[in-house]
């Protein structure tokens, strides 16, 4: 009896310190949420679930799900203006950085754009008291920062078995079973929910620049470093809305279910732990 009344007070704690944890996450989104906003301006490519959404291949009719859609009379303008962006701007500009820059060297661009993104992935893994995923972070960062040569190369899988871990603030939200609210098609990132925007502004945060530079600074950093990770993406993946466009009659509603697929087959994979 004594025993089960320890392990009901040590899950009430930790219950506890998980709510505390989260609370304090999101009243620093409160905080910060307008300089943070401000920081993502590169189109399409800086959300890596949106990365998926894009380039799925749905044929119409297989797996699509209906979802409700409340703010479809912003959404379905937004995603217009997105591809009409990726048309005219991304994709011309990511072709000719491909003609003069070998595949292997925007690879190794984005290990370096992706080893520097560290901070929101430990933080999340922890928030989720994924111990041993936080501390394989901390030491494929260091790992890949030295002998990767700032993260333009990868020994910490090739040599040491190191995996990454993806992770956001917005599977954060969703790992604790909170409501992420409607579907939501955000300008230049595509396609989102509110509470992963929510968690988009929350990484955001974590970058430790915002609060040791002026915010001309960082500001002008981060938006140079989403446009090149931007446009390094779309020069690695040309055809990526043309063979999703192959095969959907509806290409808004394939994005659509492809993100909200993702984003749950993310969480379960995170509950499996099957990383």
Wanted: proline letters at 7%.
């Amino acid at each position: 009896m004594e025993i089960a009344m320890t392990s009901g007070s040590k899950q009430i704690e930790r219950t506890g310190a998980l709510w505390m944890m989260l609370a304090s996450s999101l009243l620093a989104v409160v905080s910060f949420a307008t300089p943070a906003l401000c920081q993502d301006a590169a189109p399409l490519a800086t959300n890596p679930a949106a990365q998926s959404a894009a380039s799925a291949q749905t044929p119409p009719g297989e797996n699509n799900q209906v979802y409700s859609d409340p703010l479809s009379g912003f959404n379905e303008p937004m995603f217009n203006f997105n591809l009409k962006l990726d048309d005219w701007v991304l994709r011309p500009v990511a072709s000719g950085y491909a003609t003069i820059a070998p595949q292997p060297v925007r690879e190794s661009v984005g290990r370096f754009l992706d080893n520097v993104r560290v901070i929101p992935r430990f933080a999340n893994n922890l928030f989720q008291l994924k111990f041993a995923e936080a501390g394989g972070e901390v030491a494929r960062f260091g790992i890949n920062s030295t002998v990767g040569i700032a993260g333009l190369f990868d020994p910490a899988d090739a040599w040491f078995g190191l995996k990454e871990h993806p992770n956001d603030f917005g599977l954060t939200i969703r790992y604790y079973g909170i409501p992420t609210g409607p579907y939501v098609m955000l300008p230049f990132l595509g396609p989102s929910t509110v509470g992963d925007t929510v968690g988009m502004v929350a990484d955001s945060a974590m970058n430790p620049m915002s609060y040791l530079l002026p915010w001309w600074i960082t500001l002008s950093a981060d938006t140079g470093q989403d446009v090149i990770y931007a446009v390094n993406y779309r020069s690695l993946h040309m055809n990526q809305f043309e063979e999703a466009d192959r095969f959907a009659i509806d290409l808004y509603g394939a994005v659509q279910d492809a993100y909200l697929q993702t984003r749950a087959h993310e969480v379960k994979k995170l509950h499996e732990e099957e990383w």
